[in-house]
């Protein structure tokens, strides 16, 4: 079995591994660290250097106020919402659908269509960076939320194709083929027999492209400048002004900021249960 | 319930030639196994009548209309798949109930027949169940149910058994052959074993390479083998080959090396053991002996170079290393250099 039990490994082992996992961890964390506790400095402990040292005064609560009280932040907030959820929406079910057709029929593009799908998130976003801009400008779509969700959808569905086609892959042939038989159409076959059973990699897939696209600082940066439709993440900015850097605000709505996305994660976990599809054949 | 005819069927995959002409016409009612070891195209060619496989040519009639262009669902058939696949999201009402919902089927249809099939299957109890709570055997017979609903002219049947462990395996197979009995359906049945294909068929398909090597009762393929593949596909433990020349006394074992005219199958149970002093027979030295209760086998290494295997009483009692005589007790077949029986 693997990995193995750590019970059957030898007392030293245990005991060291009980001694890392915690160092390991708060590695890990003390960026997280880091920012919480600028998060809670008054503006003047970062002025004198005192960045690393435990805080002259605790203002945790002003700061978070400040925020609110200081910048749009509920405003961005709710940008952010309109363009990651939309986008959410149409990456996931664009690829449900894409990856349906390039995994279960065999026609003669279908490798060659998803090599493109795969080959799509080699190319580095940042070169696309001017085109994508210059698109929006023509287009109207700078400076809009339609613009971001669109160009977010178009460069998450590539990711989230590759993803769904490879999970309806793994489905069982035979399911389709015996709903075939039964006269179910090719459209309620996707309906009523696959998305079903891919629920699981579609919770998945949805809680991962809703953290990249609310993460997303570049797009937002590129694509937008005014604050009725900057998301959140180029929303704080505006905390630090034109002469003074602000860092124990921008550190608390950073903090907010984050909180969606992991609330996400949890929220989704009960719907990460894999292994639907047992006993549907054996 | 209908015939089925399938008129110069041949199937390529790229240069590969997987089916050969296949000619076949199976009857009204009839129940038929397509036997062959993997790889001989059975399952290809079941495939080809449900319309999963497009046939490179040829013609598929299901009762009177050629169906070889038609979707699979509209020819009339169902498939029961070795791996049963069903749904595992829908309960066993619903695995069993989804073509007739697909079709629009009125509510009371669907209810009465859902409840025929289940009483038929004994799936009563477990129609409201996922198929993750059932075990093989129940699987298997939703899967069965499935079809039965769709009330087809003609039941396909890909290696259903395969899944199943020994026990389980005989006792589907009964139900299998009681639900034939009962429905009186046309069934077309694909396995690799043997057994299955001798107790079920009305008539077996022997196929192998692509090709059809004889076709009849399960009786007439054991007792009147066409060829060499389906003398010694059929039977078991399998008939022993040996090359042999015609001597004064009807056929005779050539030794090794020698110059033979023909091949001698002689099945386990066509052989019998004597004494090294008995004043006919084949000498030869006893291999090994199997016991197994109800009869026993030997194998005898023959003093002119073969091995052959016979049948024998338990009662008979040969040890390893023992000279003994073989006899033949009826006559072998003869096959020539090609196969063909003479």
Redesign the interface.
């Known amino acids: 079995m693997f990995p193995r039990p750590i019970q059957s490994r030898s007392s030293n082992y245990q005991l060291a591994y009980k001694i890392l996992v915690p160092v390991a961890l708060f590695i890990w964390l003390l960026p997280l660290l880091a920012i919480f506790m600028t998060s809670l400095r008054p503006a003047a402990d970062i002025n004198t250097g005192n960045m690393f040292g435990w805080p002259s005064e605790f203002k945790l609560v002003e700061n978070y106020l400040t925020v609110f009280r200081e910048s749009q932040a509920v405003t961005y907030f709710f940008n952010s919402i309109k363009v990651t959820i939309p986008t959410v929406m149409i990456s996931v079910s664009l690829a449900c659908m894409a990856g349906y057709a390039l995994s279960i029929y065999r026609f003669r593009a279908a490798l060659p269509l998803f090599f493109m799908f795969v080959a799509g998130n080699f190319v580095p976003f940042q070169i696309l960076m001017v085109p994508v801009r210059d698109l929006a400008v023509q287009t109207n779509l700078y400076n809009t939320v339609t613009g971001l969700v669109l160009f977010h959808a178009a460069f998450q569905t590539g990711f989230c194709t590759l993803f769904m086609r490879n999970f309806i892959k793994a489905l069982p042939f035979d399911l389709i083929e015996s709903a075939r038989i039964e006269g179910v159409s090719e459209y309620k076959i996707f309906w009523y027999v696959v998305l079903p059973l891919v629920r699981p990699a579609i919770a998945a897939l949805s809680v991962l492209v809703f953290t990249f696209v609310w993460n997303d600082f570049f797009w937002a940066t590129v694509l937008t400048n005014g604050e009725a439709t900057k998301p959140i993440t180029a929303g704080i900015q505006s905390l630090n002004g034109q002469f003074v850097s602000r860092w124990h605000l921008v550190s608390a709505a950073s903090l907010m900021a984050a909180i969606p996305p992991v609330a996400m994660f949890f929220a989704m976990q009960k719907h990460f249960i894999a292994g639907l599809t047992l006993g549907a054949v054996k | 319930m209908a015939q089925l005819q399938l008129n110069n069927i041949v199937k390529r995959f790229g240069p590969v030639e997987v089916l050969k002409q296949i000619n076949l016409h199976i009857q009204d009612g009839e129940f038929v196994v397509f036997v062959g070891p993997s790889g001989c195209g059975k399952s290809t060619l079941l495939r080809i009548i ?3 496989e497009t046939q490179t040519s040829g013609e598929v009639r299901i009762g009177e209309r050629d169906v070889s262009d038609l ?4 020819r009339g ?3 029961v ?9 829908l309960s066993v009402r619903g695995n069993i109930s ?2 007739l919902k ?2 629009k089927t009125p509510q009371n249809i669907i209810d009465e027949r859902v409840e025929y099939a289940a009483n038929m299957l004994a799936l009563t109890d477990l129609l409201e169940r ?5 075990s ?1 055997g129940q ?1 298997q017979r939703v899967a069965i149910g ?1 079809a039965i609903v ?1 009330e087809p002219d003609v039941f396909l049947f890909d290696e259903p058994l395969s ?1 199943l462990d020994a026990a389980l395996r005989s006792s589907v197979r009964h139900d299998l052959a009681k639900l034939h009995k009962n429905l009186n359906a046309t069934m077309v049945y694909v396995t690799h074993d043997q057994v299955e294909a001798m107790t079920l068929a009305d008539r077996i398909v022997v196929m192998a390479g692509g090709v059809i090597q004889q076709v009849g009762s399960p009786r007439e393929l054991y007792e009147d083998p066409q060829n060499r593949f389906v003398a010694g596909f059929i039977g078991s433990p399998k008939m022993n080959f040996v090359p042999a020349i015609d001597g004064p006394n009807g056929s005779e074992i050539a030794a090794e090396g020698e110059a033979s005219s023909y091949e001698l199958g002689l099945r386990p149970e066509h052989l019998s053991l004597r004494d090294a002093d008995h004043p006919e027979g084949e000498p030869g030295v006893v291999q090994f002996s199997e016991y197994l209760g109800s009869e026993s086998f030997s194998l005898v290494a023959l003093d002119k170079g073969h091995q052959v295997l016979v049948r024998h009483s338990p009662h008979e009692i040969w040890n390893i290393d023992q000279p003994v005589k073989v006899i033949q007790i009826r006559d072998g077949y003869r096959f020539d250099r090609d196969g063909k029986r003479i």
């Open positions: 449900a319309g999963l979707a699979p669902s509209d058939i169902a498939m798949f070795q791996s049963y696949a069903l749904y595992p999201h989804l073509g697909q079709a996922k198929p993750a709570e059932l093989g699987r499935r769709r899944n």
